[in-house]
């Protein structure tokens, strides 16, 4: 499976910005895709994961009510929409995907191929 991230850059507080990742070599039609980030000197931490067959989502409580995590299935293409940006999102956001799964998951561990990530930094 590879997974190829766009939609990165600067941004001031309050800003928008919206996050691509195509997905291709999936197996089966079922699987799920997660958005996680990463700032520097901390651990990887999820945002968001949804799943292919029902678009079940779920989201972390900083990504509550200002992400929206959507899929687009004939693109294999997971978005990221965020809103009201704050310092505090900047960071390295990764898309991961695992294969044959009907589950959301937003543990870094539970994925088993990533991408290379887009950097998205907030500041004024």
């Known amino acids: 499976v590879q997974l190829v991230e766009s939609g990165g850059g600067s941004v001031q507080p309050g800003g928008s910005l919206t996050l691509s990742c195509t997905a291709s070599?999936?197996?089966?039609?079922?699987?799920?895709l997660g958005w996680f980030r990463q700032a520097p000197g901390k651990e990887r931490e999820g945002v968001a994961c949804?799943?292919?067959?029902?678009?079940?989502?779920k989201y972390s409580d900083s990504a509550e009510d200002r992400f929206t995590i959507s899929l687009d299935n004939a693109k294999a293409t997971v978005y990221l929409q965020m809103t009201n940006l704050g310092p505090e999102d900047s960071g390295r956001y990764y898309c991961?995907?695992?294969?044959?799964?009907?589950?959301?998951?937003?543990?870094?561990?539970?994925?088993?191929?990533w991408g290379q990530g887009t950097l998205v930094t907030v500041s004024s």
């Open positions: 991961a995907g695992v294969d044959g799964s009907s589950l959301c998951y937003i543990r870094p561990d539970e994925y088993g191929s």
């Open positions: 070599g999936f197996t089966f039609g079922l699987y799920g």
């Open positions: 949804i799943v292919s067959s029902d678009h079940y989502t």
